[in-house]
């Protein structure tokens, strides 16, 4: 695979967008957007935390979620984070994600990026016969889930091995109410965002 470098300057941009609900940001996520940056060949990493999603429920205000999505990317000057679904009223769809980071980047190519988990799910969702025109679907591994193209064409859905991180942001919310740490879990500015904001505590989040 070509580096970045080494490609045409007439070449369409390489975006990944790694979308989520981040309640909070983990190093699951993070580490999964860099390998992906890395084996394809990626200019940048787009997080777009979701707005409304409609298959979670008792979900934080997307502000706090947005501000954790922040602290965590603002490391790395490859990750960015977009407010496309948060900004969006009504429930969030992929279909509604990719078409509107289209429409701000009309020449780059997309590769959305997925946990095991939830390339299992993705039949299920809004429009997913509109997806394969949009962007190409990559599937990660997780603990605890096979990773495979779930009857998706490798056209469509390529799959990658990632370093095993044992990690959720349920079991990080879990952790927080029953006076567990999350160091080392999160990012250490989402530890403190967390404690300052009193998130996962008593339902004030
Ligand atoms: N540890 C992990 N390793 C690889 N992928 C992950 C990991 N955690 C989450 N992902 C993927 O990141 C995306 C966003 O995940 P999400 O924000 O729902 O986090 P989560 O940990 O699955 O949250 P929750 O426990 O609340 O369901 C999904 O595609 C999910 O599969
Ligand atoms: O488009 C849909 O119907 C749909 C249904 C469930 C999840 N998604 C997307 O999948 C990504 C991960 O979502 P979640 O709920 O597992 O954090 C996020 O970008 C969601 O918008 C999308």
Request: negative net charge; contains cysteine.
């Amino acid at each position: 695979m070509l580096a970045s470098t080494d490609r045409p300057a007439s070449a369409k941009p390489r975006i990944g967008v790694m979308g989520g609900t981040f309640d909070p940001i983990h190093h699951g996520h993070l580490v999964a957007a860099s390998e992906v940056a890395r084996s394809y060949d990626l200019d940048e990493v787009i997080f777009v935390p979701t707005g409304q999603p409609w298959q979670k429920q008792n979900v934080s205000q997307s502000e706090h979620r947005y501000l954790m999505t922040v602290i965590a990317t603002a490391s790395n000057p490859s990750f960015k984070v977009s407010r496309v679904d948060i900004d969006r009223a009504g429930p969030t769809y992929t279909v509604d994600t990719l078409r509107d980071l289209r429409a701000q980047l009309p020449d780059a190519e997309l590769f959305f990026i997925s946990g095991a988990d939830a390339v299992e799910q993705i039949l299920g969702w809004k429009d997913v016969d509109q997806f394969w025109d949009l962007a190409h679907f990559i599937a990660v591994s997780r603990p605890g889930h096979e990773l495979s193209r779930s009857g998706f064409s490798g056209d469509r859905v390529s799959l990658l091995e990632v370093p095993a991180l044992a990690i959720s942001s349920t079991d990080c919310r879990s952790r927080v109410a029953r006076g567990y740490p999350v160091w080392y879990l999160v990012p250490d500015g989402v530890v403190q965002y967390i404690a300052k904001h009193g998130l996962y505590t008593d339902g004030s989040d």
